[in-house]
Nanobody, 123 residues
Framework: VQLVESGGGLVQAGGSLRLSCAAS????????MGWYRQAPGKQRELVAT????????NYADSVMGRFTISRDNAKNTIYLQMNSLEPEDSAVYYC?????????????????WGQGTQVTVPS
């Protein structure tokens, strides 16, 4: 699975950006995709996820109500619409995909990551 992000950049506080992540390769069994971010000196943190089947979403508290994750299954692409951006949102944003396998009672996850795209919101 290959993940390619696009859409990052510099935006003033209060502005908006939309990130895209296109998945290619063996994408058939991906069950979850999402976005993580990592700011300098901080750990990578979850931003939002969306399931492949029902499209259920999950958001970090810090972005709830400001960011929206969506998907286009026909294009194997997910999006992150980011509104009301704040300087604290500045980070490298990584696209994530998961394949989950079940063997009896055991669960195995194969994780895939994109190369990251920089989002900068000056203070």
């Amino acid at each position: 699975v290959q993940l390619v992000e696009s859409g990052g950049g510099l935006v003033q506080a209060g502005g908006s950006l939309r990130l895209s992540c296109a998945a290619s390769g063996d994408t058939f069994t991906i069950d979850l995709m999402g976005w993580y971010r990592q700011a300098p000196g901080k750990q990578r943190e979850l931003v939002a996820t969306i399931t492949s089947g029902g499209g259920s979403t999950n958001y970090a508290d810090s972005v709830m109500g400001r960011f929206t994750i969506s998907r286009d299954n026909a294009k194997n692409t997910i999006y992150l619409q980011m509104n009301s951006l704040e300087p604290e949102d500045s980070a490298v944003y990584y696209c994530y995909a998961r394949k989950r396998r079940f063997y009896g009672s055991s669960v195995y996850d194969d994780d895939y990551w994109g190369q990251g795209t920089q989002v900068t919101v000056p203070s």
